[in-house]
């Protein structure tokens, strides 16, 4: 499945597991219903991921997040948008590893899942063929703000820009 991260197309280096045997991987991506036995498993110079279902709980995500280097929440479909927010729980409880989205995302949603804090997008061939990567740095470009706080690097999100401009600009005189 095609990689994309903020630039454009990436490398994937993980390679996924179907199970806890993950032997000499190097960069391990492991389903969630193995992933305790895979941590168990684990060789000192080995790193692990979770392709976690966007179904699951962040409470019980939690405890893991230390020990992993990537999150990858699955999308069953591009309407559905609980991985969004499981993305951004994920940021805010301090994660710095890769955070990805894999499904049938849109480009309309790229600059969306960026500033929830996702990495990279994993893309169905199917999606991918649809929907090029130019198509996808185009929507990553056309949106300069947002509507909710805490979202994006510059956290300049339009309400706080409305209340900039109302408070720079004098009061008329009664």
């Known amino acids: 499945m095609p990689l994309l991260d903020r630039t454009g ?3 994937d280096r993980w390679t996924r597991s179907e199970g806890a045997a993950i032997g ?29 279902p966007n179904s ?7 405890p893991f997040l230390p020990r992993l280097a990537l999150v990858a929440i699955t ?17 805010r409880a301090g994660f710095a590893g890769e955070i990805r989205a894999s499904g049938p995302l849109i ?20 999606n991918a063929a649809r929907q090029p990567v130019p198509q996808w740095l185009h929507a990553r470009d ?8 805490g979202y994006g690097e510059t956290d300049r ?13 004098p009061l008329a005189a009664e």
């Open 107 to 126: 480009a309309d949603q790229f600059a969306y899942a960026l500033s929830c804090g996702f990495d990279t997008i994993e893309l169905p061939e199917a």
């Open 142 to 149: 056309s949106f300069s703000a947002t509507y909710q706080r």
């Open 24 to 52: 000499n991987i190097p960069a391990a991506l492991v389903p969630w219903e193995v992933l305790v036995e895979a941590l168990d498993a684990q060789e000192a110079e080995q790193v692990i991921g979770v392709i976690l």
């Open 9 to 11: 197309s990436a490398e």
């Open 75 to 91: 999308f069953p479909a591009y309407a559905d948008g609980r991985g969004f927010s499981l993305a951004r729980q994920i940021r």
């Open 157 to 169: 999100n339009i309400l706080d820009q409305r209340r900039a401009a109302r408070t720079a600009r």
């Open 56 to 62: 699951v709980p962040f409470l019980a995500l939690a």
